[in-house]
Structures are given as C-alpha cells and as structure tokens.
C-alpha cells in the first residue's frame, strides 16, 4: 500500500533533550511538509521541501530543525530551543510543490 | 492577504439531518480550495477541492462544496448526516502568488468540530 507513516504514534520529551519525528513517504512525491497541530488553531507550517537536499522554513520554524537526504524520508527534530513543544505534528507530501497534499496519521509529542 | 475563516468551531446535527460548515475566505487572486476531515488522532484526509473548474464540487462521502466568488464562500454541505460523520474539517486555501516566500503553501482555517447525535 502506498502513504505516508509517521512514527512514533506517541513521543516524550525531557526538559532540554532534542527529539526526531520520523515521516516516510512511498508515494514518489517530490514535496514534503511538516506542520504543527494546537487545539483551536488548526495547522502551521514549520518546514517544507520541495526536492532532495533542499528545504525551506515555514511559518514557525523556530526550534526546529530537518533534512531531505532521501526523497522518501524528511525527519523533523523538535530542539531543546522549542519552549512549547507538546502539540500534534503532522507530514504531508504531494507529487510537486503546490499540488494537493496528502498527510500522515501524526505523532503526538508531549513533554515530561 | 490571502485567508481562510470557519466560521462555527462547533456543530452539532441529528442523524440523518443535512450538514453545513461555514467557510470564507480573503484572497485577492482567484483561489485553490479545500475541505479535508480529520477525524480523532488521525491524520487529515481530503474530501474536495476547488481549482477553477466547476464551482460545484463533489467530494468523498456525499460532501459537496459550492464556491461562491461574490460572497467569497466555500461552505461544505452533506444531505444526510451519518454518525461516522464526527470529526473536525477543515477549510483550506492555497497561496498562488508570493507571499513571505511562501507561495503555493497553504493558509488553514481553524476547523469546525462536527458532532452527530443519534
């Protein structure tokens, strides 16, 4: 089956620990995205991609960081220098930049 | 500046009865638009889009979407509400011309919670 997985379904983070959300895509999309899910606020973007070994900041990029090594593959760390990290992050791609976009199930990161 | 407003975070319908979430938008181009639904710790799933071809447009499910340009609305509509219709949708518009260095990105509404009694 073709999609996007993300992975952890859930994650903790310690006061002042960097964390890595996974997302993996088997669609062939070129474009990648990352974005930030807050009750009442709906989504913000943090990072997009629009081919390998490139990247672009987002909205709210601040306290994150990613890279596109692999067209498949566009990690997200979420650093000690993220103040309010607990939130719902969320990876889509699409087939180029500025088509439709497809999301992943989402990973839940809470802070201990 | 281009945007996008839900205007109910919530409503609740009976089973059975229509659906109506409400969207406007603020763009100064003719626009992309989308619905998508995303249903309790799940990921978001597209229902529709609208991309200057009919101003009707047909989803997944029996949603449908109407794109008004003189009221500058998208509201999403459903004749009969199933249960499995609980979720949270979102009104979406994409970015077509630069704009912070964000074109073709897109501009979330805050979502509308859908609740269907029984």
């Known amino acids: 089956d073709g999609g996007i997985t993300q992975s952890p379904k859930y994650l903790f983070r310690k006061e002042g620990q960097n964390v890595t959300l996974s997302c993996e895509q088997n669609l062939n999309h070129d474009a990648m995205y990352w974005y930030r899910q807050d009750p009442g606020q709906g989504l913000r973007l943090i990072y997009y991609?629009?081919?390998?070994?490139?990247?672009q900041k987002g909205d709210i990029a601040e306290g994150y960081s990613v890279s596109r090594e692999k067209k498949e593959s566009f990690p997200l760390t979420v650093t000690s220098a993220q103040k309010n990290p607990t939130a719902f992050y969320l990876c889509a791609s699409s087939i180029v930049y500025q088509e439709t976009q497809y999301f992943g199930p989402g990973t839940r990161l809470l802070v201990l | 500046a281009q945007s996008v407003t839900q205007l109910d975070s919530h409503v609740s319908v009976s089973e059975g009865t229509p659906v109506l979430l409400r969207c406007n938008y603020s763009?100064?181009?003719?626009?992309?638009l989308f619905w998508y639904v995303q249903h309790p710790n799940k990921g978001l799933q597209l229902l529709l889009k609208y991309t200057s071809a009919a101003t009707l447009v047909k989803g997944i499910n029996g949603f449908e979407a109407e794109f008004k340009k003189s009221e500058t609305s998208f509201h999403l509509t459903k004749p009969s509400a199933h249960m499995s219709d609980a979720a949270e949708y979102f009104c979406?518009?994409?970015?077509?011309?630069?704009?912070?260095?964000?074109?073709?990105?897109?501009?979330f509404g805050k979502g509308t919670k859908l609740s269907v009694k029984p």
């Open positions: 979406v518009v994409r970015l077509i011309m630069n704009y912070g260095g964000s074109q073709g990105n897109l501009i």
């Open positions: 991609s629009q081919i390998v070994n490139d990247f």
């Open positions: 763009s100064s181009y003719s626009p992309s």
